[in-house]
């Protein structure tokens, strides 16, 4: 039987959004979860578009300051990656708690697009005037995921 989690997605102290989700694996360190697009019709970023039928396989890591979310369509073509910067998850009493810290990374299925976004938002949240040390991590695993989505692996290395 596979065990049914809720993600609980906090911004600035406040819920953002949580969803039923679930467990795929949990090594201990990552904990993955298979969840459909959890948010009131579509979003379109312009990039892409998550709509109704989506399917989300989400990558949370107790030690790293990131998720990964690998996107599908409903009919199983991989639209990409969409990575939220985040401090490490908390998984507790049947739910996975993440703390969005802003900054976030799209990458094309194919690798030919990779886009950092909201950069502007990180920097006007004034993390680094709070949490000095939480926004220096935040920055790092950004720079991180953007160097690992450049390489010949891409961002399926860090799931194996």
């Known amino acids: 039987m596979t065990a049914q989690l809720t993600v609980v997605l906090t911004k600035a102290g406040q819920t953002k959004i949580r969803y039923p989700a679930a467990q795929v694996a949990d090594d201990g360190d990552r904990i993955s979860v298979r969840a459909p697009w959890a948010a009131e019709g579509v979003r379109d970023f312009g990039f892409v578009r ?4 989506d399917v989300f396989i989400e990558h949370f890591w107790r030690t790293r300051w990131y998720a990964v979310k690998e996107v599908w ?10 990575c939220d ?11 996975i708690l993440v703390e969005d810290l802003d900054l976030d990374l799209w990458v094309s ?3 030919s697009s990779v886009l950092r976004l909201d950069e502007d938002e990180f920097a006007e949240s ?4 709070t949490d000095p040390e939480a926004a220096a991590q935040a920055v790092r695993a950004l720079d991180a995921l953007d ?11 860090l799931l194996p």
């Open 126 to 129: 004034g993390l680094a005037a």
């Open 85 to 95: 910067v985040t401090r490490p998850a908390l998984v507790r009493s049947g739910e």
């Open 50 to 53: 998550f709509e109704p039928g």
């Open 147 to 157: 160097d690992q989505a450049r390489s010949a692996a891409g961002l399926s290395a």
């Open 73 to 82: 369509t409903a009919g199983g073509v991989l639209k990409g990656w969409y």
């Open 109 to 111: 299925a194919d690798g």
